[in-house]
């Protein structure tokens, strides 16, 4: 059973990527979110690219449990879409987990 949604962890994650790399990314990007919201854990999993910094993406997700997103982190398409970004990131990826403000 999935918790409420209050006790859900939600995450936002900046990838910043070169321009050169943008097409490689964006591909790597939807096969990964595809793939991550057939898991097990999570309630939702969306990236978006920023209008204000073309090639700066931004994941949304939510996660059942810590436990979910610790898993999703050593799936294969994980480590698939890392090899992508490898060479393409501009600056480094921010993953910030939330928590309400009350």
């Known amino acids: 059973m999935t918790p409420p949604a ?4 939600r ?6 990527t ?3 790399h943008a097409e490689a990314v964006r591909a790597g990007l939807r ?5 991550t919201q057939q898991e097990e854990g999570c309630v939702a999993y969306d990236c978006f690219e920023s209008n204000a910094a073309p090639g700066t993406f931004v ?3 939510e ?3 810590q436990e979910a997103m610790d898993a999703h982190m050593r799936t294969p398409h994980m480590a ?3 090899k992508v970004l490898g060479p393409a990131l501009a600056g480094d ?7 309400p403000l009350g």
């Open 6 to 9: 209050a006790q859900h962890l």
């Open 11 to 16: 995450v936002v994650a900046t990838i910043p």
């Open 18 to 20: 070169a321009p050169e």
């Open 31 to 35: 096969d990964l979110v595809a793939a």
């Open 59 to 61: 994941m949304l997700e």
């Open 63 to 65: 996660w059942a449990s």
């Open 80 to 82: 698939e879409v890392f």
């Open 93 to 99: 990826v921010a993953i910030h987990p939330l928590r």
